[in-house]
T-cell receptor
């Protein structure tokens, strides 16, 4: 299995500011994803992070609001821009390892926007 | 398109008893994988068990087993000998072998009573 770390683990931010979340994996992985989980709800896929190119966003999510970088096979960042209280969620990084099928998740970043 | 249905928003079980969490799915992919995750109150997503659509045997991992009935498109999770630490949200998910992203159900909250 892949070991995934995320920073920060939690943060409280003021509306209108931006937060960048980092995701580091201990091995090269084929695919990296960013999910959002609003309180009491299931996971919603924000985007697939593509190495060296623009991320692939799901319906309802745009690059200006959630810019994503993936400079190599083991690292990605998600920025939540111009935050509002509706952005208060857990943000999860997830990976699929090369040669395996299982999908693993990082510990999550718990974001509260005031 | 893929769809996961978990019909039990909440379940209760007595400590040391077995419990079954229901999951049905729908997909047009000929090959796919089914997963179960546990999410305790800390927020992390813990991978529990995986079942491939062509696997002949039901998957087992310790106290977890997956009751896979392909014709019925169901992939129920069975937890044997429940422990207080099993209290958490449980998500069923699936991914096609040729697809990158997974589809998640709405989750079932399991409460283990002492």
């Amino acid at each position: 299995s892949a070991v995934i770390s995320q920073k920060p683990s939690r943060d409280i931010c003021q509306r209108g500011t931006s937060l960048t979340i980092q995701c580091q994996v201990d091995s090269q992985v084929t695919m990296m994803f960013w999910y959002r989980q609003q309180p009491g709800q299931s996971l919603t896929l924000i985007a697939t992070a593509n190495q060296g190119s623009e991320a692939t966003y799901e319906s309802g999510f745009v690059i200006d609001k959630f810019p994503i970088s993936r400079p190599n096979l083991t690292f990605s960042t998600l920025t939540v821009s111009n935050m509002s209280p509706e952005d208060s969620s857990i943000y999860l990084c997830s990976v699929v390892s090369r040669g395996l099928y299982e999908q693993y998740f990082g510990p999550g970043t718990r974001l509260t926007v005031t | 398109a893929q769809k996961i249905t978990q019909t039990q928003p909440g379940m209760f079980v007595q400590e040391k008893e077995a419990v079954t969490l229901d999951c049905t799915y729908d997909t047009s992919d000929p090959s796919y994988g089914l997963f179960w995750y546990k999410q305790p109150s800390s927020g992390e997503m813990i991978f529990l068990i995986y079942q491939g659509s062509y696997d002949q045997q039901n998957a087992t991992e310790g106290r977890y087993s997956l009751n896979f009935q392909k014709a019925r498109k169901s992939a129920n999770l069975v937890i044997s000998a429940s422990q207080l630490g099993d209290s958490a949200m449980y998500f069923c998910a699936m991914r096609g072998y040729n697809a990158g992203k997974s589809t998640f159900g709405d989750g079932t909250t399991l409460t283990v009573k002492p």
